[in-house]
């Protein structure tokens, strides 16, 4: 088994509870927006981390991660991008990498809007986290935990990290 925290669209800022909720997760997954490589830094010291830029990375993040990361853990294929759209309203690009790819699982950042929904046309599960930092429209700052186990994603948690800085 294994448990993972998944957030997206940090924008250069970790809130500190994001530590506390994933203590006991195995690898946290970034799907973007992360703003600032000291944040793969910072992430990457205290788990295993996997990690995608979005389109407000600069260069030196984008050095650091890619922009699309398909694997595969415990038998479950994962897809995860920053851009990808939702159910029905895809990308091209992303669109066309699914059907290559078939995952079980996708996943993305970018809308800042928390979204866990069982795709029947694509076939797989899409997630997006949210988003959890301090910039963008969002009101309330989240983060999804779950585990991988069996072949299955199980033991899914919303965490509400309370509401984003007003900047």
Partial sequence: ???VGLLSDTHGFVDPAVYKHFKDCDEIWHAGDI?????IDDLSKFKTLRAVY??????VVRSAVPEDLVFEIDG???FMTHIGGSPGRYNLRVKSLMQRYKPN??????SHILKVMYDKQM???HINPG?????????VKTLIRFDLHQGKPAN?????LGKRAQL
């Fill in 131 to 139: 988003a959890a930092g301090n910039h963008g429209f969002h009101h």
């Fill in 1 to 3: 088994m294994t448990k």
């Fill in 156 to 160: 899914m948690e919303v965490i509400e």
């Fill in 123 to 125: 076939n797989h599960l």
């Fill in 35 to 39: 703003g600032h490589v000291q944040v």
């Fill in 54 to 59: 979005g389109n407000i990375d600069g260069h």
């Fill in 76 to 78: 479950i294929k994962i």
């Fill in 105 to 110: 699982i996708f996943i993305c950042g970018h």
